[in-house]
Structures are given as structure tokens and as C-alpha cells.
């Protein structure tokens, strides 16, 4: 599953957001909102009883043979009338009986199924169902599991076939989603009734973890697997999308019509997947097999732009696992109100509205966290739905791996540089994440729920231990492995110690060490690097670990003396250790994991002039970024510091000379002198939107009228992030100006262009603007509701107005509740905080009725506040 924009994976939750918010609070400072501390959740208690429950994989008494189902929908009460033939067979002991799940359902009737021969194995017609006998079978059902007795004692060589009639009320289902998935309902009605008409009418099921069987009755665990057929009575003007092929499609007397879709290779009851709606659907191919994109109408122009490169993907993983994309189809939707950021259906991809851009979107998707989706997914259908985890203690066998596949692009499509930053990213945000929630082993026999395996460490720290992995093996052997664990465990459930045999059966070494340090323990090492060039002809390294847990890691040292640069593979294995290299000269630098893949926190003890030789010579970008970020704390002090600042303005990647951009400290004269002619090159030319508007916001903060044609020709960018970024430069400029500016601008007022058309008018302080927020607020989905919350309440503590201030402080709370994230709740209450204290000072300085208004105002937005941290404590 890809993370909520961002993985997705993607897209962790409230790492994602954090990012999210910092850029929309960045023109916010004029009402004097603080960015909000984080709440410090930790681990959580080791006393937890959850805690001492060993999560064992999911003992095997029957297994799922063959799966047939056929569904109507009851838009009024948000229903799901089916019927369900389950074929299924003893795994190894005989039985009589048999438990499916099925959560919250009204179980219409149970019976066996009578047939002659095993053709109900594969794919019964309904000429064979209605002529085949029926017995009823005795059950018990308490709303979660159906328990039936067998008509008799099956062997594992016999196979039988139960029916089940049933209406599906996942609205009533008792049932709790997490942090990852925000719900767990399984089917989802978006606008049934059509009452809302800026919201399409869809249908759409979410599986994972367990809430297919919300949906229909089945053993929902992710090691059963079993082939499909899903029949959907639609109305006829609707397009619908399931797993498998598209084998016929029956046209109904009652304007309806009956599509049926076909898996003939066995997948798991998470992975089943259901849509229904009126969507363009954009075709395209891969190797003969059909590639569809599924968007609504108003999209259709772009979703090659969105999707384009997806038959790229296929044959770029396909080549290096060595093994076929090898399902029969390939299709991507996106769908409204989505619970996650995408979720890996098998041929059937669910995305989140988040990925449905322009063209113009697109351009400022410079982090291509929507290509990380994309290939994050798709990656999956190898790694998640070809051979799926075995329980959820062994997430990683899905997630560590797609999250993966997004460097393994990146580096391909995008270059080293773009996949190195990407996996920078992740790194922090599994190492802020540990900080914050706490650390824990990569496989987890021991959690709370099985919600909480979905998280950094499962992501975006399982993503950086198979980089490690694949260093240190080589890139032969390490795909080599990977095609041989594919094929050997092609259509089954797997676990760690399969992916660590055929690493092992290639690479011919014991790799217990590294599995029992990464996947069986947690934390990762924090360093202490010293040097000593005392010695004549001699280097001398000294690496210390810090804490009690002593690790074992391969670490590549390149050593640059005398004008040459030499490898040299070492072991860390103590607390302390020395390394002693032989060196014609005193290094310029000794570039400590050179290759950069190691999840490690470092002291390096060294002087800045290695870093300015580190960003002239050594070629990874953590390199540079590291070189960069040293020499931009100096740049004021130091010359060559301030040199090398300079220089990375013009790094050969975009990601690089944003930095650098960012950081520079235009109020010293030397650096505004030598950066000015560049920033504004860079403000008008770069090939890139984010080092354009970085520019620009540099130019901004001097104030400086010579600028304002550069800013008016800004407006006319193809990028909203450049526009909106202009937009507030003119605004320090001329905030009437730019207010008129951004009136006329409202119309096509998409992605960044929006908070920065909204800072404008929270500086302007207009409470006639107050509707352009509610309507933004109104309009926006998923994470980009609570982006427009924040802008809401950035216009609502500028202005007097109470009853304009309550109602707004209503809708925003109502926004929050819906969410219902700890993170967000505690960022938002953050927000509410200081917006009542300027509330209470500006009503110190005034009288009578506006002192009485403001004090109503501020009790107001601290009852909020009250209610969102009462909501959060009940979570």
C-alpha cells in the first residue's frame, strides 16, 4: 500500500503532513501562527498486554480454492446484496467444519453445494449453479466469524463448495482503521445520493488488512490465496473495475447491466477490489496485455501525463527481477474520499484523489512523489501479491520492497542524484519517526495491532535495509536472489528467512548476521568518527559506537591523498575501532561510507576545508548535501565556505540548487554580491519550478523594487508553485497590488498557487475574502482539506467578525474530526492556541462591544482546541 501523499509510500502519515503544513505556513507568519511542536507520543508502554501476545501466522485449517461472487448495490442504504460460492479444501487434517470471516453482515442463508466432478474448481457457469443441488448446513454466526458444520468429514485430497446469501452493511460493521489506513469498512458509498454536485457518485472496496470480509465472506488472512470471479450489477451508464479480465458484460432489462471480471491465478481475499462509477477510462498496453487509467472525465486529458510512464515501469521491473509482470491486466483508478494513499489490488490499483493533477499540477511535483505512488504499487505485484506476506508480523515482505522500487525507478528513470535524495528523505522520516513513536524490530512478532506493523520502520526503513543488503551483496547477486526468491515462492505466503535463504543459496555466504542485526533487532547505529594523521605515511580512522547495542557493518572508506582516491572495504565490529590506511600526504578527505547507504547516525569529527574538498570531488549527492549544508552554516565567516555555497547554486541537480538557495544569508554583502546575478538567472531560466520559486522567494525577502518586473513575469509561469511564490514577493512589495493581482487570478487558483493567493489575502486582512477560504476548505479532499483548514484559520484570526470566526472554527473542527489523526489533532490545537491569545491581547487594547466579541472569539477557539485534545485522548 502507498502512503496518503506521502509514501504514498510513501508514500509516514504525520511526518507527510508536517512537510505539507511548513509550506503552507510559510506565508502565514503575518497573524502570528507558530509552527506547532510536536506532541511526543514515545513507544508505547511495554506493560501493554497487546504487547505479550505472540502474533503468530494464521493456522491453516482450510484453504481458499476458488472464490465466485455476485453483487448489486443499494445506493439508499448503502448495501451490498451478494452471493457467494466459496470452494475450499482441508489443508492437511480432515475436517468438518468450516470458519469464514464476515463482519456485520445478515446472513440470508448457508448452504453446500452439490456438483458432479471438480469442475467447480474453475470458474462454474450459472447454468451449472442453478441446476446444482443445495443442502442447507447448520451455522453459528456472532457478526464476525461464520462458523458452519460440513455435511461430513472432508479429506485435504476433497474439495467442497459452500454458498452464502448475504446483504453487506459496512456502514454499521464494527470495525477500527489506524493512523495508515483511516478506516476500515471495507465497501464505501462516496455522494449515493448524489445530494453533493461537486462530488462524483462512486463505489469502491478497500481489503487490506481485514475488511474484505466486510464485504463478503471469506478467510480473510494473507496466506490464503485463491482465483476469482466477481459479477457487479451496475447501472449501464457506470464503468465498474475488478480483478482480472473483463470476461462478459450482460445488459439487464432494468437499465442495468452485469459485468463480470476473472482472476484465473490465485491471490489473496485482501487483495480482491471492487469500482464502480462514471470514470474516462484512457487505454494503453504492455507487451499486449491492457494498461487502462481510470480518471474522471475532467481528467482525461491528463491521466497520460499522471500515469504515462506505468508500461516504462513494467518493463523496467520486469528485466531486472528477471520474471514478467505476470498478471493478465494492468489498470490504475482514482477514486474520491480515499481511506490511504493507494492500495495494490491485484491487476487493480486503487489511488487516492491526491495523484489526479493537470498537466500544470504535474510541473511542480518536483519530488515525483506521485511517480513513487505509481511505482511504489505496481512494484507490489510482484512483491505483495505474487508472493504475499504470511502475516502481518512479516509486512515487510510487501512494503519494505515496494518502498524500494521507488529508488530502484528514480535511480533509473531520474538518475543516482533523484534517488539518493528520495532515500534521503525516507531515512528521516524513519529516523523522526523512531524519535517520535518510538523503534521496534522490522519482522514483529509482538504489537499492539496489526494497523501499527504499518508504519516507518515497515516502509522506509525495510526500503534502506535491502539498499544496505544490495551493497553489500553487489547488484548481480542481489537481483539474482530476488528472481530466485520470486520463483520459488510464486503464488505462496513468505517470510524474512526465505528472502534471507536465497541470498544466501546465490550468494553462497551466511547472512544470519545481517538478518538477525536488520530485520530481527531495532535501531540502527550512532558513530563517533575521529582521525589521527600523527603518524607519518599513515591515516588513522577510529569509529566508535555509541549505546550498548554493538553493530556489525560493512563500511566502504575512500581515502583522497595525493591527488588520487583509494577503496577500502572494512569491518565495524567493536565498540571502538581502528583503521590504518598508508597515504603518500595528509588526506584532503576521508569519505566515510562512501557509497552512503548505511542507516546510521554520525559525528564526524573533521575541519571544513573536507567539506569543501568533498563538494568539489566526491560524487554522491549525500555527499554534496553534506558538503553543502557544513559550508552554509559558515558561508558569512568563511571564504571558501562562501565559495562553495556559490558554486552548489549551480549543482548539476535541481534538489541541490534549491538548497542551496534556501540557505543563503542575503544580508551579508559578499554573498548578495556574488549570489544576486545567479539567483536571478536561476529566478527566470531554471529548467525546474521548485529552483525557480526557490529563487524567487529568495529575491522576495529583499524587498527590493527592481525586482517587481521579475515577479509580474513570474505570474505568468506555467507552475502554480512559482506563480503563488511571485505572487507573495509582489505582496511585500505592494500588498494592494498584489491583492488585486491575486483577485483575477482566483479562477485557476490550483495547487500552490492557492496558499499563496490565500497568504495575500490573510496579510490584506479582508473580511470579505473569508468566503474564498470556506469554499477552498469545501472543495479540497484528503490531506489537502487540512492544508485548506490551515489557511481557514489563518484569514479567521485576522479578522472581528464572531459570527464569520465561530462558523468557521465549526467547519475546521469538523474537517479535524473527520480525519481523526493524533498528529493532525495536535498540530491543529497548536494552531487554535495562539490564535486565541491574539484574540485575548487585541481585546485588552479595546472597549466595549469589540472587547466583548473578541473575548467571546478567543473562549470560543479554546473550546475547540478542547474538544480536538478530548477527541484525541479517546483515539
Known sequence: MGRAYFCLKQQFMHLQLKNTFSILLAGFAVIGLCAPVLAQSGEQSKEDPALQIYRS?????????????????????????????????????????????????????????????????????????????TSPLKYEYDGKELRLKLNKTYK?????????????????????????????????????????????????????????????????????????????????????????????????????????????????????????????????????????????????????????????????????????????????????????????????????????????????????????????????????????????????????????????????????????????????????????????????????????????????????????????????????????????????????????????????????????????????????INYDYSQSGTAKVIISQKGDKVWDLPIAIDVYAGGKKERHNVRVTEKENTFSFPVSAKPDFINIDADKVLIVKKTDRRDLGTYVFQYKNAPNYLDRREAIEACLKQQTSNPAARATVIAALKDKYEGLRSLAIGGLKLDNNDIKTAALPILTDLAKSDAHSQVRAAAIKQLGRLKDVQYTSLFEGALK???????????????????????????????????LLGSGIASVYAKNGDVSDVPFFAQKLEESTGQDKIGAAIMYLNILGSVDDTQIVTKGIDEVVAVVENFNNSWVNNYIINLLTPMAKKKQEKAATASGDAKAALNKQAAYIQQAAQKIKENTKEE
Open 57 to 133: 501466522s494464521p493456522t491453516k485449517i482450510n484453504n481458499l480454492v476458488h472464490t465466485k461472487l455476485d453483487v448489486r448495490f443499494d445506493y439508499a442504504k448503502r448495501q451490498l446484496n451478494g452471493k457467494a460460492w466459496i470452494t475450499l479444501q482441508p489443508h492437511f487434517y480432515p475436517t468438518d467444519s468450516l470458519t469464514l470471516d464476515a463482519k456485520g453482515m445478515d446472513i440470508k442463508q448457508v448452504s453446500l453445494v452439490q456438483t458432479s466432478g471438480a469442475a467447480v474448481l474453475k470458474f462454474p457457469s450459472e447454468a451449472m449453479l442453478k441446476t446444482a443441488k
Open 156 to 528: 485435504s485430497s476433497e474439495s467442497y463448495t459452500v454458498f452464502v446469501e448475504y446483504t453487506a452493511k459496512p456502514d454499521e460493521a464494527e470495525v477500527k482503521g489506524s493512523a495508515a489506513i483511516t478506516d476500515a469498512k471495507g465497501l464505501y458509498f462516496i455522494n449515493p445520493d448524489g445530494k453533493d454536485p461537486k462530488k462524483p457518485i462512486q463505489i469502491w472496496t478497500q481489503g487490506e488488512t481485514e475488511s474484505s470480509s466486510v464485504w463478503f465472506p471469506t478467510i480473510d488472512k494473507t496466506n490464503q490465496k485463491t482465483t476469482s470471479e466477481i459479477s457487479m450489477t451496475v447501472d449501464k451508464k457506470y464503468v465498474s473495475l475488478s480483478n482480472g479480465k473483463l470476461v462478459s458484460q450482460k445488459p439487464n432489462a432494468d437499465g442495468t447491466r452485469t459485468d463480470t471480471w476473472r482472476m484465473e491465478l490465485p491471490h489473496a481475499p485482501y487483495l480482491f477490489m471492487m469500482a464502480v462509477g462514471d470514470f474516462a477510462v484512457i487505454k494503453d498496453q504492455w507487451r499486449g496485455k491492457e494498461v487502462n487509467y481510470y480518471v474522471e472525465k475532467e481528467y482525461a486529458p491528463h491521466a497520460k501525463a499522471i500515469f504515462g510512464n506505468t508500461p516504462e515501469m513494467m518493463t523496467f521491473y520486469s528485466k531486472i527481477l528477471g520474471y514478467d509482470y505476470p498478471w493478465v491486466k494492468y489498470s490504475q483508478i482514482i477514486v474520491r474520499d480515499y481511506v490511504s494513499g493507494a492500495m495494490e489490488n491485484t491487476t487493480a490499483t486503487i489511488h487516492g484523489d491526491f495523484l489526479q493533477k493537470t498537466d500544470r499540477e504535474l510541473l511542480d511535483d518536483d519530488d515525483r512523489q506521485g511517480e513513487a505512488v505509481i511505482a511504489h504499487e505496481l512494484f507490489h505485484h510482484w512483491f505483495g501479491d505474487l508472493a504475499t506476506c504470511e502475516s502481518w508480523s512479516n509486512l515487510t515482505m510487501n512494503e519494505s520492497f515496494a518502498d524500494y522500487s521507488e529508488y530502484l525507478w528514480f535511480e533509473h528513470k531520474f538518475g543516482k542524484d533523484a534517488a539518493d535524495e528520495h532515500a534521503y528523505s525516507a531515512m528521516n522520516n524513519y529516523m523522526e519517526s523512531a524519535e517520535y513513536q518510538g523503534d521496534h524490530h522490522l519482522v514483529r512478532f509482538h504489537y499492539h495491532d496489526k494497523e501499527n506493523m504499518f508504519d516507518a520502520i515497515t516502509y522506509q526503513k525495510g526500503g534502506r535495509i535491502l539498499n544496505m543488503l544490495r551493497n553489500y551483496v553487489g547488484d548481480e547477486a542481489f537481483f539474482k536472489a530476488l528472481n530466485l526468491y520470486l520463483k520459488q515462492n510464486a503464488f505462496k505466503s513468505t517470510e524474512a528467512h526465505q528472502l534471507r535463504l536465497a541470498m544466501e543459496e546465490v550468494t553462497g555466504q551466511d547472512m544470519n548476521w545481517f538478518f538477525n542485526q536488520w530485520y530481527f533487532g531495532e535501531g540502527y547505529p550512532t558513530l563517533d
Open 717 to 751: 509561469d506555467r507552475s502554480y508553485l512559482v506563480e503563488g511564490t511571485a505572487l507573495n514577493a509582489l505582496a511585500e512589495l505592494d500588498i494592494k497590488k498584489a491583492y488585486q493581482l491575486a483577485k483575477s487570478m482566483e479562477k485557476d487558483a490550483r495547487g
